[in-house]
T-cell receptor
């Protein structure tokens, strides 16, 4: 099973600040995803990323979100100006065949 | 948008007995289904999957059944163990896209009592 490492495990930020969440795949994969889970709600798809391009994004993934793979290894999710409602667990995943393997997540707390 | 539904928020089972977790879906384009287990403060862990061309897939104590006509799938765990206590998510992939996004159900909290 592919290993996915996410940092930080917990991020606390003030409303309006920018945050960058990081994901490091241990093995070489091409398909990456970001999901989030607001407390008490279901896991929701944000964006998928293939071959250094966004392949699909949800309605949640608006202009304040961006993704990139700056150095060919780290996969990042940036939230430009955080809002209170961005508080959630954010999960990175990568795909092997049709199976997606998830990291442990980053808990984002926006105050 | 409730394309994948898990109608039972929780399930309590005695150790050694069978656990049956259910999932319904509405999107007929879904053609691949997965079950994930999640512990607190961890990410979802893949358990078992099934393609829409099959009606059953088995892996050790875990069996997934798919009824396409009813748009229903279920996960059977036999025998249940206390370590199985976790939140179980059903997820589905739209067959129209390669490596498509997962659409998740709300999850079912399984508690297995010793």
């Amino acid at each position: 099973e592919p290993e996915v490492t996410q940092t930080p495990s917990h991020q606390v930020t003030q409303m309006g600040q920018e945050v960058i969440l990081r994901c490091v795949p241990i093995s070489n994969h091409l398909y990456f995803y970001w999901y989030r889970q607001i407390l008490g709600q279901k896991v929701e798809f944000l964006v998928s990323f293939y071959n250094n391009e966004i392949s699909e994004k949800s309605e949640i993934f608006d202009d304040q979100f961006s993704v990139e793979r700056p150095d060919g290894s780290n996969f990042t999710l940036k939230i430009r100006s955080t809002k209170l409602e961005d508080s959630a667990m954010y999960f990175c995943a990568m795909a092997q065949s049709n199976i997606q393997y998830f990291g442990a997540g980053t808990r984002l707390s926006v105050l | 948008d409730q394309q994948v539904k898990q109608n039972s928020p929780s399930l309590s089972v005695q150790e050694g007995r069978i656990s049956i977790l259910n999932c319904d879906y509405t999107n007929s384009m879904f053609d691949y289904f997965l079950w994930y287990k999640k512990y607190p403060a961890e990410g979802p862990t893949f358990l078992i999957s099934i393609s829409s061309i099959k009606d059953k897939n088995e892996d050790g104590r875990f069996t997934v059944f798919l009824n396409k006509s009813a748009k229903h799938l279920s996960l059977h765990i036999v025998p249940s163990q206390p370590g199985d206590s976790a939140v179980y998510f059903c997820a589905a992939i739209d067959g129209g896209t390669s490596y498509g996004k997962l659409t998740f159900g709300q999850g079912t909290i399984l508690t297995v009592h010793p």
